[in-house]
C-alpha cells in the first residue's frame, strides 16, 4: 500500500529552466510533507516542507505547491542548476510522527 | 554539532547469517528511526526507538530488532538474513517533543546477501 507516490522516476531539465517534479498521496490525515534531496553515497538530506494549513512554501529557488483536494504537491526549482541533480523524495508525516518515502525521482540537469 | 554517522558502510553477509547495524545520533537528538532503501525505491520505515523503547514499527518481521542506548546511539539487528533483506539501511535522528521534524540521516549502510 503506497500511500506517497512519485510517478516519475526521472525527470531530465536544461539548466536555467524549470524543473517540476510532482507527488500524490491517498491519505488525507497526513497534515506535514517534507522534500528530501539525496545525491549517491549520501543519506537524504532536508530540503523543504508544508503545513497542510498552507498551499505554498517558498526557500530560494526552491517552492512546495500543496494541493489539499487533489492529494498532490509539486516541487519547483527555478532556475535548475547542475548541482540539483540528484534523487528527490516526497515525504509524510503519518498520525504516528513517522517519515512515509514516495519512491524517488531521479532529476538530471544538463548544462 | 556533529551529524549522524553509521557503521558499517558497506557490509556483504551471507544467507542465514546475522547482522548489527550501528547508528549514532545527531547531538541533541532522542529519538532514532532506521529505514530499509530497496534498489529504485524509497525508503521504507522499518522502527523507531525514543527513551531506549520501540516507539512504532512498520511492516517488517520479527527478526529485525533494535536496541537504543542511554546516549540515543541505536542498533538494528536482522536475524536469519534473506536474499531480499540486500539494500541501504539508513538511520534518523530526531527531537521528539519539540514540534518539528527535523530528521537528520546517516550515509547509510548498504547491506549485500549473497
Known amino acids: 500500500d503506497q500511500q506517497v507516490k512519485q510517478n516519475s522516476p526521472s525527470l531530465s531539465v536544461q539548466e536555467g529552466r524549470i524543473s517540476i517534479l510532482n507527488c500524490d498521496y491517498t491519505n488525507s490525515m497526513f497534515d506535514y510533507f517534507l522534500w528530501y534531496k539525496k545525491y549517491p553515497a549520501e543519506g537524504p538530506t532536508f530540503l523543504i516542507s508544508?503545513?497542510?494549513?498552507?498551499d505554498k512554501n517558498e526557500d530560494g529557488r526552491f517552492t512546495v505547491f500543496l494541493n489539499k483536494s487533489a492529494k498532490h504537491l509539486s516541487l519547483h526549482i527555478v532556475p535548475s542548476q547542475p548541482g540539483d541533480s540528484a534523487v528527490y523524495f516526497c515525504?509524510?508525516?503519518?498520525?504516528?510522527?513517522?517519515?512515509?518515502f514516495g519512491q524517488g525521482t531521479e532529476l538530471s540537469v544538463k548544462p | 554539532e556533529t551529524g549522524v554517522t553509521q557503521s558499517p558502510t558497506h557490509l556483504i553477509k551471507t544467507r542465514g547469517q546475522q547482522v548489527t547495524l550501528r547508528c549514532s545520533s545527531q547531538s541533541g537528538h532522542n529519538t532514532v528511526s532506521w529505514y530499509q532503501q530497496a534498489l529504485g525505491q524509497g525508503p521504507q520505515f522499518i522502527f523507531q526507538y525514543y527513551r531506549e523503547e520501540e516507539n512504532g514499527r512498520g511492516n517488517f518481521p520479527p527478526r529485525f530488532s533494535g536496541l537504543q542506548f542511554p546516549n540515543y546511539s541505536s542498533e538494528l539487528n536482522v536475524n536469519a538474513l534473506e536474499l531480499d533483506d540486500s539494500a541501504l539501511y539508513l538511520c534518523?535522528?530526531?527531537?521528539?517533543?519539540?514540534?518539528?521534524?527535523?530528521?537528520?540521516f546517516g550515509s547509510g549502510t548498504r547491506l549485500t546477501v549473497v
Open positions: 534518523a535522528s530526531s527531537s521528539r517533543g519539540q514540534g518539528n521534524y527535523g530528521y537528520t
Open positions: 508544508i503545513s497542510s494549513i498552507k
Open positions: 515525504a509524510a508525516i503519518n498520525q504516528g510522527g513517522k517519515l512515509i
